[in-house]
């Protein structure tokens, strides 16, 4: 069984996302998206609400399944048995940075980051640009399914 994580904060978890961990879910056997649960972080969703709706979402994969992590990535691997980790590549400005943690990972643990270009329909959507968005007023529909949508909003006004 060739294991993958996805890994990611997915505060909110974005069409993108969903893209990326349905393609891993065709490459590997099973995927487990990682999501960092880092209380220190400064995030709109707490960790269960972030896992909720990544739950929701990958509910069409039968092969996907979603869990917390606290620590390092390369711990998560091996306590999970994840053979690759997979991340989604939106523009050359994500390269620098993603490959400085795909190499510190394989010094760490000798795992593999298997690289998956992103589709170009997303590759500008960010977590953090759509609630940029979505707090003055901006249309996010279509970037992130409907019933994140419908939470964001209302987390927005509260
Ligand atoms: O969605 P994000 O915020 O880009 O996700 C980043 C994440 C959680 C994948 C990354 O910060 C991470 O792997 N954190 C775990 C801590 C760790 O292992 N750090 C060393 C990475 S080389």
Redesign the pocket.
Known sequence: MRRAAC????DPVTNGHIDIISRASRLFDEVVVAV?VNASKNRLFSAEERMQMLTEASAPYPNVRVAGFD????DFCRDHDVHAIVKGLRAVGDFDYELQ?AQ??SSLSGIETVFVPTSPAYSFLASSLVKEVAKFGGDVSGLLPDFVLAQLTKRLAE
């Open positions: 890994p990611g904060s997915f960092g620590g390092l990535l390369t943690m510190m990972n």
